[in-house]
């Protein structure tokens, strides 16, 4: 069950969205996420899927990997399609109890879990086509220019690109310790919410002394090769901006103006 | 290469009570040798090889690591890139997401250009028959084979000595035997000096001298032959002799003529034939 987060996998490819120089996919992620923020009409999602389509059929990641990153965040697009549904005034269609469905909600609900959806699986594409090495590598190259008024740049890119390194490391050790004692007739599937989280407890525990214990073990590791810090550290690859990243920001801007022109001049 | 002269060394628990990890280490390796130290759990072992790291500074005694004292702290660096470390938990060394990105983390501290890192990348990855796994995510990796890259780590910073803590202790049999390959292949090839701890007396056969510690001291030394022919006494330490060296101890008990130094099937085997 916990194999299912995909936040953080990476598939491994040599596509043009692979190769991308990973600041860029960062900067055209954010913008991407920005432009779903811009729409307020369905129309404007037609140059989203446009957008997605292209970008995930270069990509050749599979489309089931892309919507498995979801699955965990379902929660949470099905509580806000609730609450629009729920809590939107307008012309009711049904009532349930004290429960009034109107149109609007419907049409809200639809319009932001769409711009959810397309959120999260944007975000997906980025880890997914990223290494999280080039990935740290390019936050860190991104915030380097904020070091000057105190942004740890190197340091956060470190913390990231370990705690990317440890999550399934992490993952498979829960599962162990779940299946150790279940065996042994701990239950954490049946019970009400109090109950089952009375009963991660003892999970927790063990997979935080373990937790601590390689941090320990993984400084003195890192130490051990000669690790002190971002100074005078050199990286085996370097980043460069070629033909294809000005090419990928052009239709990104293309991309942008397009939702822009659907916010502002489609009736 | 390596020389620890009365090295002592003390860690203070919780209570402020002082335990010796180390007393009085005498211990000189010389280039190219492979040594194995023996000893059972809380014996000293991983204290001491974290003095040859400048992990771990000495109480008392000095330790040279190729003629620096690893108390001065302008050869920190220099003997960190000399002598190498690897640890007994693969999953705790590796660093980085993609086989050939951790290999490249040591390189990349000392701050050489990248043209040289990929090189020396790719050679310490065939060297260790990794390279075909070079784009790989390591927690898909067997334990023998993170285990492998964890040395590629290493080596790709160019060491003299590798100091291996317990390397196999946490692999299967096929993984054990891949990473001794390894380690024999880095002595016999790259003529590089290895410090191997290990509880595995198959493995210390391989060494040129065993050293055996008990509650910080040393209190074995010698060629493998040596060491294991002396069965009893290794026996009240609490350790074992490679099974084959058992045997041939209980054979000779039974009368049979046997020398009592032999250590591998391989010599058992010209033995038992010569008795024909
Ligand atoms: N960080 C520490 N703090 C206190 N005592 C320690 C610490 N590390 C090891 N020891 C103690 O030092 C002794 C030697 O440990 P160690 O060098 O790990 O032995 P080995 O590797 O041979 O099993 C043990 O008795 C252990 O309990
Ligand atoms: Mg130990």
């Known amino acids: 069950m916990l194999k299912d987060i995909t936040i953080g996998q990476y598939i491994p490819g040599d596509t043009p969205i692979h190769n991308l120089d990973p600041r860029i996919k960062i900067i055209i992620t954010f913008a991407f996420i920005a432009a779903l923020f811009f729409i307020n009409k369905f129309f404007g999602y037609l140059f989203v899927v446009a957008f997605m389509i292209m970008a995930v059929g270069l990509s050749k ?17 099905l509580l806000t399609v609730a609450l629009n549904i729920f809590m939107t005034e307008g012309e009711v269609i049904y009532t349930i109890w004290k429960l009034r469905i109107t149109k609007e909600g419907l049409i809200q609900a639809a319009f932001m879990a769409l711009r959810l959806i397309f959120l999260i699986t944007g975000a ?104 002190r810090g971002g100074e005078n550290r050199t990286r085996m690859k370097q980043l460069s901006i070629e033909f294809r990243d000005y090419m990928a920001l052009i239709i990104t801007i293309v991309f942008f103006l397009a939702i822009l022109w659907s916010r502002y001049f489609v009736k | 290469m390596i020389k620890a002269k009365n090295v002592s060394y003390k860690y203070s628990n919780q209570e402020g009570k002082d335990y010796f990890a180390l007393k009085n280490i005498n211990i000189e390796i010389k280039e190219g040798e492979f040594v194995a130290i023996l000893g059972h759990n809380g014996s000293g072992k991983s204290t001491f090889a974290k003095h040859l790291n400048a992990l771990l500074l000495p109480l008392e005694g000095t330790v040279y690591i190729d003629g620096m004292d690893t108390r001065e702290e302008k050869y920190l660096w220099n003997i960190r890139q000399t002598a190498g470390m690897v640890f007994q938990n693969p999953d705790n060394q590796i660093v980085a997401t993609i086989v050939e990105e951790d290999v490249a983390f040591g390189p990349e501290n000392l701050g050489l250009e990248p043209n040289i890192i990929r090189k020396r990348v790719d050679e310490a990855l065939l060297t260790v028959d990794m390279f075909e796994y070079r784009k790989h995510s390591p927690h898909l990796l067997s334990g023998g084979q993170k285990q492998r890259v964890a040395i590629a780590g290493i080596l790709a910073m160019k060491p003299r000595c590798i100091i291996l803590d317990e390397p196999t202790a946490m692999l299967d049999p096929s993984g054990r035997k891949e990473v001794i390959e390894t380690i024999i292949k880095l002595n016999k090839e790259e003529n590089i000096t290895i410090v191997l701890i290990t509880h595995f007396m198959d493995e210390a056969v391989n060494a040129d001298r065993i050293y055996i510690m008990e509650e910080g001291h040393v209190v074995m030394e010698g060629t493998p032959k040596e060491i294991f022919s002396k069965v009893d006494e290794i026996k009240k330490l609490g350790l074992d002799v490679p099974q084959v060296t058992e045997l041939a101890h209980m054979l000779i008990d039974e009368g049979i003529d046997l020398p009592k130094d032999v250590l591998t099937v391989d010599e058992m085997v010209v033995e038992l034939c010569r008795l024909k």
Do not use: W
Request: charged fraction near 20%; charge should be positive; aromatic fraction near 6%.
């Open chain 1, 61 to 77: 990641i599979p489309v089931r990997y892309i919507f498995k990153g979801l699955k965990p965040l379902l929660v949470i697009i």
């Open chain 1, 124 to 227: 997906s594409l980025l880890t997914l086509t990223t290494s999280p090495i080039s990935l740290t590598d390019g936050i860190e190259k991104l915030l380097n220019p904020l070091r000057s008024i105190g942004v740890p740049a190197h340091e956060l890119a470190m913390m990231m690109t370990i705690a990317l390194r440890f999550i399934p490391t992490l993952l498979e050790e829960t599962d162990k310790i779940m299946k150790a004692q279940m065996a042994r007739g701990a239950d954490f599937e049946t019970g009400n919410i109090i109950s089952r989280a009375r009963a991660m407890v003892p999970l927790l525990v063990p997979l935080f002394i373990s937790a601590f214990r390689r941090a320990d073990e993984l400084a003195l590791a890192m130490e051990a090769r000669c690790y």
